[in-house]
């Protein structure tokens, strides 16, 4: 199956700091990744669609200049999140989807800690 | 407003027997419908996909889907302790982005 790769796995931060997030296709041409964010227990909320090349589209009542997300090439998308607070605290998971397949696939996420 | 609705549970089921995890959705022009199991902790893997009205199989998992009654559902065949997760219902209409539910808790007892 369609491997996705996220890097870092968890991080720690101090607040007002910035911390990138890098998803990664492994063995396939990701033209569409996915960032979405998940607090605990409760049900998993997109925060932005990018496709490579082209500008994110973000949804409603995400900030997108909070949420920095560059879709660099097919294989590669990265979150920035600037100035951070202890609010962002959160898992952060990308999803990827091939050209023409409609299956998303995620990452195995990113636990990011604002202190 | 795209729904997806799910029982959150949650469902227990004792080991051997089968689980029934539902999902119906508001959106008539729905076409493609996903289960994705999500451990405590962990991030989404995607178990089944399905177009067709019908029994999609594979191994212990089936998914059923039913367009005129807007409902889609997973069967677990032989439950075994490491099904217990959440199980999310994900629906798709066309080129659009994939709308969740909220998932449903399956604990499977030894």
């Known amino acids: 199956g369609a491997v996705v790769s996220q890097h870092p796995s968890w991080v720690i931060c101090k607040s007002g700091t910035s911390v990138k997030i890098e998803c990664r296709s492994l063995?396939?041409?990701?033209?569409?990744m996915f960032w979405y964010r998940q607090f605990p227990k409760q049900s998993l909320m997109l925060m932005a669609t990018s496709n490579e090349g082209s500008k994110a589209t973000y949804e409603q009542g995400v900030e997108k200049d909070k949420f920095l997300i560059n879709h660099a090439s097919l294989t590669l998308s990265t979150l920035t999140v600037t100035s951070a607070h202890p609010e962002d605290s959160s898992f952060y998971i990308c999803s990827a989807e091939a050209g023409g397949q409609d299956e998303q696939y995620f990452g195995p996420g990113t636990r990011l800690t604002v202190t | 407003q795209k729904e997806v609705e799910q029982n959150s549970g949650p469902l227990s089921v004792p080991e051997g027997a089968i689980a029934s995890l539902n999902c119906t959705y508001s959106d008539r022009g729905s076409q493609s419908f996903f289960w994705y199991r999500q451990y405590s902790g962990k991030s989404p893997e995607l178990i089944m996909f399905?177009?067709?009205?019908g029994d999609k199989e594979d191994g212990r998992f089936t998914a059923q889907l039913n367009k005129a009654s807007q409902y889609v559902s997973l069967l677990i065949r032989d439950s075994q302790p490491s099904d217990s997760a959440t199980y999310l219902c994900a629906v798709r209409m066309g080129y659009s982005t994939l709308t969740f539910g909220k998932g449903t808790m399956l604990l499977v007892s030894p």
């Open positions: 399905i177009y067709s009205n």
């Open positions: 063995d396939f041409q990701a033209t569409t």
